[in-house]
C-alpha cells in the first residue's frame, strides 16, 4: 500500500541558511500534520492543514511557515536555521470527516544544521 | 497543556518473555494510538482505540483503553528480537474538539536479549 512521501531524507544546513521540506500524502487523504521529533524526544506537533486550509498550529516558530497545495502535498520551508532546529521532521497523514482519523507517518526528513 | 506519561522508561527482557506498559494522562482523550518507531524512521501505527473500555488485539499486541479515558495499556505476548525498538502512546481529542493533533508520550525503549 503506498505510504506518505517525504523528501529529502537528509538534509545538512548551515546557520541562518533556509530550507524546505516536502511531503506527499497518502492517495486520498485530504490532511497533513507536521511534527518535530529533537534527539531523544518524543515527536512535538508543528502544525496542520485541511483542504489546502490551516486547520491546527502548535509550537511552531515564526520563522516557519507551511502550506497545502492543490494535490494535498504540503511543504515546510524554515528560515534563518538555527542550531536547536537538528531534528526529525516528520509528516502525517489521514482522511478528515470520519470517526477514525488515523494518522500515518511517513519516515521523516533528517536535518542537521551546523 | 497535556501531557501523557509513559512507563516504564526502558525495559529489557529476553526473548519470549511478555511485556507490559502504559500510558496515562491528565486529561481525557477521545481516541488512544499506539506506535513503534525504529531509530531514524517514522512512527508506525501499531493499534488504534476509540472507545472507552475497548480492547484490540493485532497478532501479539492487545491495547485497552482505559474506563476513565485517562490511560491506556500495550501489551506484547511472547516477545522476539525485531519487537526491539520505542513504543509510543498517543492521545487524540477528536471527534469532540476542534483539533485532532496527536499528543505523544515520553515512550518507552524495548531491547529484547536472544
Known amino acids: 500500500a503506498a505510504g506518505v512521501i517525504q523528501s529529502p531524507r537528509h538534509l545538512i544546513k548551515e546557520k541562518r541558511e533556509t530550507a524546505t521540506l516536502k511531503c506527499y500524502p497518502i492517495?486520498?487523504?485530504?490532511?497533513v500534520y507536521w511534527y518535530q521529533q529533537g534527539p531523544g524526544q518524543d515527536p512535538q506537533f508543528l502544525i496542520s492543514?485541511?483542504?489546502?486550509?490551516?486547520?491546527d498550529k502548535g509550537s511552531i516558530p515564526d520563522r516557519f511557515s507551511a502550506q497545502q497545495f492543490s494535490d494535498y502535498h504540503s511543504e515546510l520551508n524554515m528560515s534563518s536555521l538555527e542550531l536547536g532546529d537538528s531534528a526529525l521532521y516528520f509528516c502525517?497523514?489521514?482522511?478528515?470527516?470520519?470517526?477514525?482519523?488515523?494518522?500515518?507517518f511517513g519516515p521523516g526528513t533528517r536535518l542537521l544544521v551546523l | 497543556g497535556q501531557q501523557l506519561n509513559q512507563s516504564p522508561q526502558s525495559m529489557f527482557i529476553q526473548e519470549g518473555e511478555d511485556v507490559s506498559m502504559n500510558c496515562t494522562s491528565s486529561?481525557?482523550?477521545?481516541?488512544w494510538l499506539w506506535y513503534k518507531q525504529d531509530p531514524g524512521e517514522g512512527p508506525v501505527l501499531l493499534i488504534a482505540?476509540?472507545?472507552?473500555?475497548e480492547l484490540t488485539s493485532n497478532g501479539r499486541l492487545t491495547a485497552q483503553f482505559g474506563i476513565t479515558r485517562k490511560d491506556s495499556f500495550l501489551n506484547i505476548s511472547a516477545s522476539i528480537p525485531s519487537d526491539v525498538g520505542i513504543y509510543f502512546c498517543?492521545?487524540?481529542?477528536?471527534?469532540?474538539?476542534?483539533?485532532?493533533?496527536?499528543?505523544f508520550g515520553t515512550g518507552t525503549r524495548l531491547q529484547v536479549f536472544p
Open positions: 486529561s481525557i482523550f477521545n481516541t
Open positions: 492517495p486520498r487523504h485530504d490532511t
Open positions: 502525517a497523514s489521514s482522511t478528515a470527516g470520519t470517526t477514525k482519523e488515523t494518522q500515518y
Open positions: 482505540l476509540y472507545k472507552a473500555g
Open positions: 492543514f485541511y483542504e489546502k486550509m490551516q486547520s
Open positions: 498517543a492521545g487524540q481529542l477528536t471527534p469532540s474538539y476542534n483539533t485532532d493533533k496527536l499528543i
